[in-house]
């Protein structure tokens, strides 16, 4: 079963704050994405990558960088974080693309205030 | 447009029951996927099942089971004899070969309440 972890899994910043959010997956999977969840809205993609040091931009992606750092972890960061941002943000796995089974971590619960 | 329509924000069934969630798509691709999704109440968000645009076969898994109307682009989830734990949210997913291929679409998704 694959793992895909999420660090932390609540955080609250100021606006203007700076805030990293981490994904590390243990199953050596290629691709790896980030998402938000907003009532109203399903899961978005913000950002993805299909390995270390590749980054691609999701459909989301204003106001967030990602860079992927090893073939197991994935950093999504917010500079100047704003109050629009406040979400429920997944990381994602899958070994072979979209098409395949997407491996979810349990997400991470951001409130920008 | 949206890709990936749930028209049902929120179903309510009682333990036992069995449960259609509806979902329609929008695709010009011939080849594609659609997932179903489950996010629990405990944070996780696990796979459920998986129907191909190739395939003609009822994909089934446990209790959980697809009706898929290719020419009316619809995909149901069919969940038998209810269990409280089955309570979360339910997404529906669309993958599409081609320029889109990266990603999957999600819908909004449909709150499930089980009520014992």
Redesign the interface.
């Known amino acids: 079963e694959a793992a895909v972890t999420q660090s932390p899994r609540n955080k609250v910043t100021v606006t203007g704050g700076n805030v990293t959010l981490s994904c590390r997956q243990t199953n050596s999977h290629n691709y790896m994405y980030w998402y938000r969840q907003d009532t109203g809205h399903g899961l978005r993609l913000i950002h993805y990558s299909y390995g270390a040091g590749n980054l691609q931009i999701g459909d989301v992606p204003d106001g967030y960088k990602a860079t992927r750092t090893t073939q197991e972890d994935f950093f999504l960061l917010l500079e100047l974080a704003s109050p629009s941002q406040t979400s429920l943000y997944f990381c994602a796995s899958s070994d072979k693309g979209a098409n395949t089974e997407v491996f979810f971590g349990k997400g991470t619960r951001l409130t920008v205030v | 447009a949206q890709k990936?329509i749930q028209v049902w924000s929120t179903a309510s069934r009682q333990e036992g029951e069995e449960l259609t969630l509806d979902c329609s798509y929008e695709t010009s691709q011939v080849l594609y996927?659609l997932?179903w999704?489950k996010?629990l109440l405990?944070?996780?968000?696990?796979?459920l099942i998986?129907q191909m645009s190739s395939s003609t076969a009822k994909e089934r898994s446990g209790r959980y089971s697809v009706v898929f109307q290719k020419s009316l682009k619809s995909i149901s989830l069919v969940i038998s004899a209810l269990q409280p734990d089955d309570s979360g949210k339910y997404?529906c997913?669309l993958?599409e070969?081609g320029t889109n291929?990266?990603?999957?679409i999600?819908?909004?998704?449909t709150h499930l309440h089980v009520l014992p």
């Open positions: 990936v996927h997932f999704y996010h405990s944070g996780e968000m696990v796979f998986r997404f997913a993958w070969h291929a990266y990603k999957v999600f819908g909004k998704g």
